[in-house]
């Protein structure tokens, strides 16, 4: 009960974040020079002409934004830069993006935390 209540919560806070500007530059498919394809259940980044940035290594890949992307491998979440290194000092249970503000919200040891990337 206690998880779902934590849940219900951070939606709650997360839909205060707009997630989707259409008119936002940052937000187009190739704003970074990169975009997420899946193949086998695997995902990597590839180039505007086609050719492999980072290989397939992820179980999850969100789109660039600002140079970083959440992706999921084996079971956490981490940020990455454009070449595929972690810039954050560990991995973590879940990781979401608010667009708005900058910040990152995290769940790690059942608890939620928030992080500011500016």
């Known amino acids: ?29 190739f704003h970074s020079g990169l975009v997420a394809v899946e193949k086998d ?16 290594l992820y179980d999850g890949a969100a789109a660039f934004y600002d140079d970083l992307a959440i992706v999921k491998a084996n079971e956490q979440m981490i940020l990455i830069n454009k070449v595929g290194k972690n810039v954050l000092d560990k991995s973590y249970d879940a990781l979401y993006r608010c667009y708005e503000s900058g910040n990152l919200w995290y769940y790690q040891n059942n608890k939620w935390g928030l992080m500011n990337m500016i």
């Open 41 to 56: 259940n695997k995902w990597e980044y590839i180039g505007k002409r086609g050719n492999v940035k980072i290989e397939f």
């Open 1 to 29: 009960m206690k998880k779902i209540i934590s849940l219900l919560l951070f939606l709650i806070i997360l839909c205060g974040c707009q997630l989707f500007k259409p008119n936002n530059p940052r937000l187009q498919v």
